[in-house]
């Protein structure tokens, strides 16, 4: 008796695997993004319904400015002068330039919402003034409160 053998084909890729290991990833990115880095200043940032900008990493440098105008350096407690502001970054980004001749460092300015607006623009021109072009103004996402 002969038997026949029949072979068989595979009308479908088996994905399993490899939409769990996709999963994962989702799941790590969406926490990741929403853990948020504690400040020893406290201040209230301005809600905004669009993207919120990626976290803080070690080499940034965080300029924040307080309900009473102050300025404050990554998490020192002692406040900057506008004037000392250019040194200031000077200091902590180093001399190092990209291609383009800007600073390569990352700065990113909090203000309260609460602060003074002009404070925030005289901020953003020391900074550009130490030679930094490009920067972020960091917010909360959200609707505001009207």
């Not at 993004?33 to 301005?46: D, Q, R, V, Y």
């Not at 919120?52 to 998490?75: H, M, P, S, W």
Request: charged content about 30%; cysteine-free.
């Amino acid at each position: 008796m002969k038997f026949r053998r029949t072979t068989k084909t595979f009308d479908r890729i088996d994905i399993t695997s490899l939409i769990d290991v996709i999963s994962f990833l989702v799941i790590y990115f969406l926490i990741n993004a929403t853990l948020e880095k504690a400040s020893s200043i406290k201040i209230e940032l301005p809600r905004s319904s669009t993207r919120v900008a990626r976290q803080k990493k070690n080499k940034d440098l965080i300029i924040t400015v307080n309900k009473e105008g102050r300025i404050y350096l990554n998490r020192d407690t002692k406040p900057v002068t506008l004037e000392q502001l250019p040194g200031k970054i000077n200091i902590f980004l180093g001399n190092e330039k990209d291609k383009k001749g800007m600073r390569s460092g990352k700065v990113v300015i909090r203000g309260d919402k609460g602060s003074d607006y002009q404070t925030i623009v005289k901020v953003i021109d020391k900074v550009n003034e130490a030679g930094v072009k490009r920067f972020n103004l960091s917010m909360i996402k959200g609707a505001g409160k009207k």
